[in-house]
Each structure stands twice: as structure tokens, then as C-alpha cells.
């Protein structure tokens, strides 16, 4: 890992690596599907990890806007990553 500060968040795991762009990223538990997906900070992201589960709650910057607390936002890894079609679970 880098020199970037190593935050967890309640329930979520340790961060790990991309194996293919490198980026720093953590999975949480989709809650429509149960299945475990990566994410990534983004300050524009419409997600935020709560006891290892994602929940959407619309963009950081709108939500910032209605007066909410500023909370870390992630965006899915898998919108963002060049090789994430490579890493997608096929559908079986």
C-alpha cells in the first residue's frame, strides 16, 4: 500500500489493490443481489458503506447540498476500472 491513511469503515474490510489499475478499493455487500462488490472513494460517488453493506443515497455533492453530514462517498470500482468487465463473476 501507499502513504494514503488507512480509514475502515464499521463492517467493511480492509482495503486492498485493484490487480489491474492499481486503485485502492474495499467490497461491501450489495443489498439487492447479497453478492460482495469492490467500491472506491470518490467524492462524487452515490454510495456510502454502512456494516459492510453499500446503500445508495444519490451523489456527495447533492446530498451535501439537501444538508446532510459529510459522510465518504464511493462509486462502484467496476464503473471505473479499465479491466472490470475481466473481473466480473460470470453469470453461471
Not at 71 to 78: D, K, M, R, V
Request: some cysteine.
Amino acid at each position: 500500500m501507499s502513504d494514503e491513511p488507512l480509514v475502515l469503515h464499521r463492517g467493511v474490510g480492509m482495503p486492498t489493490r485493484c490487480r489491474s489499475c492499481k486503485k485502492v478499493i474495499v467490497f461491501a455487500v450489495m443489498p439487492a443481489s447479497g453478492k460482495s462488490a469492490p467500491f472506491e472513494e470518490d467524492v462524487d460517488g452515490a454510495w456510502v458503506l454502512e456494516n459492510g453493506t453499500a446503500r445508495h443515497v444519490g451523489t456527495g455533492g447533492r446530498q451535501l447540498e439537501l444538508g446532510a453530514k459529510p459522510l465518504t462517498y464511493y462509486t462502484s470500482h467496476f464503473a471505473k476500472c479499465v479491466d472490470a468487465a475481466k473481473w466480473r463473476a460470470k453469470d453461471r
